[in-house]
């Protein structure tokens, strides 16, 4: 007796697991309304690790997009910049520098942003006629603006009346060079750790979004599953089948994104698509019900 008791609860527990995997499901859920009565019946809770799944996979191109952008403005803007300084030397208080004078440094949009000139003191009038520079080496000072490093990511206004400066004293005897800075400070691997980061940032606002969402429009479509579709379904239960559903929406929302193309009436295309999704796993669950009715 207890061993067909046990055989029968082996048998329900087949019965109740999910056919389908999360993986399965992010390709099947565009032509497989057997997914769809599968999420509905089997899935459990609101199908956490599949959001973060779909959410780690929509979130590769748009990294790659900002992760790209991000490398060359940084690259150009502050980078480059850094690395053209040539080898500053100062000797007794006085700097020196083997280039011809006033040598100046521009970055990729051709903007002034670094100003050398030893064979003169600081002249302040210079930082006022390049609203755009951002360090200034005399003979016998250094110069900043306000904000040093944001001007490198043209953070601030084009003109900034707040000027710095550090006086080098009498017996100072140090040098600087752009390239040895860049090594010595690991700059290049800074920012390969500051790009990496957006990677989990991105991961974090994308699986918020869909869960916001998701969760705003399952409430909505419980209504219209039960006075339009005529079919009753437990929140959890639309909950799960709207996430399966709007995932071709999002990947094509996605792949539109990231490759930043402008088709027309986009947005009403991708509303369209996820409601006909939806439709149809709710019309093939109604559809499954009947049949199993008819068996028993």
């Known amino acids: 007796m207890k061993r067909s008791k046990s055989k029968h609860n082996n048998n329900l527990t087949e019965l109740s697991k ?3 995997n999360i993986f399965q499901a992010l390709y099947m859920s565009f032509y497989n309304s057997r997914l769809y009565i599968d999420v509905i019946r089997r899935w459990k809770g609101v199908a956490f690790f599949y959001l973060m799944l779909l959410s780690l996979i ?46 100046i440094i521009r970055n ?7 100003y050398i000139d030893t064979t003169k003191k600081a002249d302040t009038a210079i930082m006022y006629k ?6 200034y080496f005399a003979q016998d000072k250094l110069l900043f603006r306000e904000g040093f490093f944001a001007t490198f990511a043209n ?28 090594k010595d400070k690991k700059i290049n691997l800074i920012i390969k750790i500051l790009i990496a980061a957006i990677y989990p940032l991105l991961v974090g606002i994308v699986f918020g979004l869909c869960a916001f969402f998701n969760f705003s429009l399952s409430l909505m479509a419980k209504m219209v599953s039960r006075t339009i579709l005529k079919t009753y ?12 559903a709007s995932t071709p929406s999002l990947l094509i929302l996605d792949v539109l994104l990231s490759t930043q193309t402008t088709v027309f009436a986009s947005g009403y295309i991708v509303l369209f ?11 093939a669950y109604r559809r499954d019900s009947q049949q199993l009715a008819r068996v028993f």
């Open 18 to 20: 999910p056919l389908f």
């Open 58 to 103: 929509l979130a590769i191109p748009l990294y790659i997009l900002v992760a790209t952008r991000c490398y060359h403005e940084i690259n150009n803007s502050i980078v480059k910049v850094i690395a053209d300084i040539p080898k500053i030397t100062i000797k007794n208080g006085v700097g020196v520098c083997d280039k011809t004078m006033p040598y």
């Open 108 to 114: 990729a949009k051709h903007e002034e942003r670094v």
């Open 130 to 135: 390049f609203p755009k520079l951002m360090v």
């Open 155 to 182: 953070k601030l206004p084009e003109y900034s009346s707040r000027i710095y400066y550090f006086d080098y004293f009498k017996y100072m005897n140090e040098s600087f060079s752009g390239n040895d800075f860049i």
């Open 233 to 244: 379904l437990k929140y959890k239960e639309v909950y799960r089948l709207m996430l399966i």
């Open 273 to 283: 698509i996820m409601v006909a999704y939806f439709s149809m796993g709710v019309l």
